[in-house]
C-alpha cells in the first residue's frame, strides 16, 4: 500500500512537471483569432492527459527497473503472471471513455471554429507557385477590387476566406489564427478567422508544392477598422490610376504578383533574369539562339513562359492567368527600366 501510495505522488508530480515544462517551452505563438481560443482549449486539455499519461507509463518503468532490479547472488526466474481481467477490463474501459469524451468535445469544438457568420467580409485568396493573392470586396463606388499579395484584416471582424489554386495544392496557414486548410486547383475551400489581436503575421504554404514551397510565406496584417479602411482607400486609389495609366498599372500588377521575386529591377541576380535595359536587349535563348526583347518578345515570355527559355535560366518562370490588358501593362512597365 505504501508502494502504490508513492508511486501515485510520484505520477502526479511528474504530470505537472511535464505541464509546466511544456508551458515553459512556449510551444504556442500568439492566440491571434477568436477560433485560436477554442483550439487552445482544446489543446491544453490534451496535454493535460498526454502528461498524465506519460507520467503513468514512465514513473512504474523507472520505478520497477530500480526497485526490481537483479540483486548480486539472485539467479532464479522471476514469478510468472498470466492475465488479470480486472485490469485488463480497467485498462480498456478508461481509454475507451476517454477517447469517446474526446471525440464528443472535438466535434463541439470544431463546430465552434467553423461557425460562419453571415456577415463575414469575404476574401479570395489564390495560391500559385510560389505567393499568395487576395482579392478585397469590390469598392461599392468605383466597382474597383482591390488585390495584393498582403492580406489585411480589420481585427474584430470575421473574414470568410474563399480559396482556391492556380496550379498545384497549398496549404493556408497562419500559426497564430490555429487554423489550416488546403487550397485545391479546380475547387473552391473556405475558412473563417475572426482576428483578435493586431499585429502583423504570415501566412505560410503548409503543403509541400515545388521547389521553392519553403518561400511561399506572404505577410498578414491585422489592423485597427480605421487603419484598415485607411489601407483599403490607399489601394482603391492606386486601382483608379492604374484604370488611366498603363505603366502605373504594370508596377502594381508586378507588386500584387510578386514577380520581383524572381526577378530583379536593379540588374542583380536571382531566380529569373533582371529586367534593368532588358527592352530592346538581344537574349541568348538556351536552345542557342537569339531574339529581341521587344514587345512581342516580351508579351509571349509571360503569356506562355514556356514558349522561349532565357539561357542559363530554368522553367522556373509560372504561368499567370492574366488579361492582354494586364501584359500590355506589365510590358509597359518593363520597357521603362533602363
Ligand atoms: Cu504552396
Known amino acids: 500500500m505504501r508502494k502504490i501510495v508513492a508511486l501515485s505522488v510520484a505520477v502526479l508530480l511528474v504530470t505537472w512537471l511535464l505541464i509546466v515544462g511544456l508551458d515553459a517551452a512556449h510551444v504556442m505563438p500568439v492566440e491571434a483569432s477568436t477560433q485560436a481560443v477554442s483550439v487552445d482549449w482544446m489543446w491544453k486539455l490534451m496535454e493535460i492527459v498526454m502528461s498524465f499519461l506519460t507520467a503513468l507509463i514512465l514513473v512504474p518503468m523507472f520505478y520497477s527497473l530500480v526497485v526490481f532490479r537483479r540483486r548480486k547472488g539472485e539467479t532464479g526466474e522471476g514469478v510468472h503472471v498470466d492475465g488479470n481481467t480486472k485490469l485488463e477490463l480497467i485498462w480498456t474501459a478508461i481509454p475507451l471513455v476517454a477517447v469517446v469524451v474526446f471525440a464528443i468535445l472535438g466535434g463541439g469544438n470544431l463546430a465552434d471554429v467553423l461557425r460562419q457568420d453571415p456577415n463575414a467580409m469575404v476574401v479570395k485568396v489564390t495560391g500559385h507557385q510560389w505567393s499568395w493573392k487576395f482579392e478585397y470586396p469590390a469598392d461599392p463606388e468605383t466597382g474597383l477590387t482591390v488585390v495584393s499579395d498582403e492580406l489585411h484584416l480589420p481585427v474584430g471582424q470575421q473574414v470568410l476566406l474563399l480559396m482556391t489554386s492556380s496550379d498545384v495544392i497549398h496549404s493556408f496557414w497562419v ?11 479546380g475547387r473552391f475551400t473556405k475558412l473563417t478567422i475572426t482576428p483578435s489581436e493586431v499585429g502583423n503575421y504570415a501566412v505560410r504554404c503548409a503543403e509541400l508544392c515545388g521547389t521553392s514551397h519553403a518561400y511561399m510565406e506572404n505577410p498578414v496584417i491585422v ?28 508596377e502594381i500588377l508586378v507588386k500584387q504578383n510578386g514577380c520581383v521575386a524572381c526577378h530583379s529591377i536593379t540588374g542583380a541576380a536571382g531566380i529569373g533574369p533582371t529586367w534593368l535595359n532588358l527592352f530592346g536587349a538581344t537574349v541568348k535563348l538556351s536552345d542557342g539562339t537569339t531574339v529581341t526583347a521587344d514587345q512581342a518578345y516580351l508579351t509571349e515570355s509571360i503569356k506562355e513562359p514556356q514558349a522561349k527559355i532565357v539561357a542559363s535560366f530554368t522553367t522556373q518562370m509560372p504561368t499567370y492567368g492574366f488579361t492582354d490588358d494586364q501584359i500590355a501593362a506589365l510590358v ?5 527600366l533602363k
Open 223 to 250: 489592423s485597427t477598422r480605421d487603419d484598415y479602411s485607411a489601407w483599403l482607400s490607399l489601394k482603391i486609389q492606386e486601382a483608379k490610376v492604374a484604370a488611366t495609366d498603363p505603366v502605373g498599372f504594370g
Open 332 to 336: 509597359a512597365y518593363i520597357e521603362t
Open 175 to 185: 500559426p497564430e489564427f490555429r487554423l489550416k486548410q488546403d487550397l485545391v486547383p
